[in-house]
């Protein structure tokens, strides 16, 4: 059944936020804000470039009835044509870092890249981010879903991430208190926003010896994943011991297409927009996939993907 979008309406005004220069927009095409680059338009979107801004947006949101929905870099995210109802809340611009020499923490915002936070760890010869430098997200994202590369996890090296509520109460958690797993953390489908992320690193390496390792890395990345067309990087989370990725391409899916939409022929765990895809391929297709591989392999592929608005079915 094909679920009915919005009626068109009026498109309310800007509201400024009392006391910071910030505003919260109405209607707020998302597609660029996605690595898709797919998605309709939110209702409400807000991108606080501080803790006083963002808690500012949380305080209208208080007194909205309306739904929340927090993004990071857009990096793990497929938003539906019809867009998203509520208050888009995005961590773009909270950025800053900060190098304790001292003790080798990095403490960065929720909206640095992490890749970014690697390369500088790196020029320092701090060891223990190596593993980043190919992943287009952020710290806040790599946070919340325990980004990981190379048999490598965020959790390995998480010191404390300060988060805030929606009552604009502000939270110091531990690793423990984060309760990471694969890919996840007790953040995931939370209303608490990442503002900033502690690191503990290795400090005293070689420049040459970490710099090597780091530019290893991206190579392995970008000579197996494509890079060439927008993506949201792995779709399945892999289902121990096996890997999403060989079980799609052992059923000849690599290529197989729906609408724009098209199953990575260099890494089959990757669907691409491939020729102005609407959300709605995209979808269709990862439905496609999880079909197959249930049907022929018995195994249920759960999307890493964050999926948000209303699907055709």
């Not at 980043?132 to 996890?153: E, K, L, S």
């Not at 604009?168 to 958690?173: D, K, N, S």
Request: net charge neutral.
């Amino acid at each position: 059944m094909l679920l009915q979008t919005r009626p068109p309406e009026s498109v309310p005004a800007p509201i400024a936020l009392a006391g910071t220069s910030a505003v919260i927009v109405p209607q707020m095409p998302l597609a660029d804000y996605t690595t898709y680059r797919v998605g309709g338009a939110a209702q409400w979107y807000a991108a606080p470039r501080s803790a006083q801004e963002l808690e500012a947006a949380f305080e209208w949101f208080g007194s909205q009835d309306i739904p929340l929905t927090l993004l990071g870099a857009g990096s793990n995210l497929l938003i539906s044509d019809q867009g998203v109802d509520g208050l888009v809340v995005s961590a773009r611009y909270l950025r800053g870092s900060s190098f304790d020499e001292e003790r080798g923490v990095i403490t960065a915002s929720a909206g640095e890249p992490i890749a970014k936070i690697a390369w500088q760890a790196a020029k320092r010869g701090w060891r223990g981010l190596e593993w980043a430098v190919g992943i287009p997200g952020t710290v806040g994202g790599a946070v919340v879903m325990n980004a990981g590369a190379h048999n490598h996890c965020a959790a390995e090296i998480l010191a404390s991430a300060t988060v805030m509520t929606p009552e604009g109460r502000l939270e110091t958690l531990t690793p423990e208190e984060l309760g990471f797993s694969y890919r996840t953390s007790r953040l995931q489908g939370d209303r608490r926003m990442v503002i900033e992320a502690s690191f503990q690193l290795r400090p005293g390496h070689s420049r040459e010896e970490i710099m090597t390792a780091t530019t290893r890395n991206l190579h392995a990345r970008k000579s197996s994943q494509p890079y060439d067309k927008p993506s949201c990087g792995s779709v399945f989370r892999n289902p121990t011991p096996q890997y999403a990725a060989q079980l799609i391409e052992c059923l000849g899916l690599k290529g197989y297409r729906i609408g724009g939409a098209e199953v990575s022929e260099r890494h089959a765990n990757f669907i691409l927009n491939a020729s102005n895809a609407k959300a709605q391929d995209i979808f269709n297709l990862i439905r496609h996939v999880q079909a197959e591989v249930a049907a022929r392999c018995a195994v249920n592929l759960e999307p890493e993907v964050k999926i948000l608005g209303q699907f055709a079915l």
